[in-house]
Nanobody
């Protein structure tokens, strides 16, 4: 089970840190992705972290502003979001997969991020 938290309402230029907490499995064995979906738009993968070597990926739209990280002791993954823009407004969800190249198969319910201008 994945549970996200940390969303909220923030002014443009502000920061939020999203948390994805896992129960029932060890994050160290899974690749973790952060996704977002705004109303009327397709879901977008904004960041992910590999389970094998910890390598990371960022969508161009968030590169340099968002940072994904993992807390091994607490079995949580974070998404630090800085310099937020109104276009970052979306429902953010985390997802996990054990098999590289496969589809994500565990999803959280999401946490809403709203950035006001």
């Amino acid at each position: 089970q994945l549970v996200e938290s940390g969303g909220g309402l923030v002014q443009a230029g502000g920061s939020l840190r999203l948390t994805c907490a896992a129960s029932g499995f060890d994050f160290d064995d899974y690749a973790i992705g952060w996704f977002r979906q705004a109303p009327g738009k397709e879901r977008e993968e904004v960041s992910c972290m590999s389970s094998r070597d910890g390598s990371t990926y960022y969508a161009d739209s968030v590169k340099g502003r968002f940072t994904i990280s993992k807390n091994h002791a607490e079995n949580t993954v974070y998404l630090q979001m800085n310099s937020l823009k109104p276009e970052d407004t979306a429902l953010y969800s985390c997802a996990a997969k054990k098999t590289p190249g496969a589809a994500y198969d565990s999803w959280g319910q999401g946490t809403q991020v709203t950035v006001s201008s």
